[in-house]
């Protein structure tokens, strides 16, 4: 099976204060293979990349409004003028805020979401196919099929 892989390198502003923020160098990759899930990469380059993966759902919402609770939050702002998503990440290493821009994320978006429509990520899964040959009898099955104690039953009253 074919899969689709949707990726884009940007620059990401990591929010250290109101006044202060840092680029980061990030890629988002959509793989149709994993149907659900956006990747995040953080330091592209560097020795020590940070990889987030949540759902594309996610992300999508998070584009049009405040969504997320726990370990991903997304939600879109404006800054002088600029549409803005902004993604808050937790983990037991810390906590970060990021900005990108809204244009070059939900031009991406766009892309994956005709690479997988929605509702049809399962398709792209190939459950029904496994599931199927899963279910399938083989002839090693009749052996558990069958009556274990044949001819115990009594014949005239036995």
Not at 86 to 95: E, K, Q, R, T, Y
Not at 125 to 142: S, V
């Amino acid at each position: 099976m074919h899969h689709t892989v949707v990726e884009r390198e940007l620059e990401l502003n990591l929010i250290l204060s109101p006044e202060r923020s840092i680029p980061v160098p990030a890629r988002l990759s959509y793989r149709s293979d994993d149907p659900f899930a956006v990747h995040v990469t953080f330091h592209i380059g560097s020795d020590h990349p940070v990889h987030w993966t949540f759902a594309r759902e996610l992300l999508v919402e998070g584009v049009f409004r405040p969504c997320g609770h726990g370990d991903v939050r997304v939600w879109p702002t404006k800054a002088g003028g600029r549409g803005l998503v902004l993604m808050a990440l937790s983990s037991p290493d810390g906590d970060a805020l990021l900005e990108a821009p809204a244009a070059q994320v939900s031009a991406w978006l766009e892309r994956t979401l005709r690479a997988v429509p929605p509702g049809t990520e399962g398709e792209q899964l190939g459950l029904d196919d496994a599931l199927a040959e899963l279910l399938t009898p083989t002839p090693a099955d009749d052996l558990w099929l069958c009556d274990p104690w044949p001819g115990d039953e009594s014949k005239d009253g036995e």
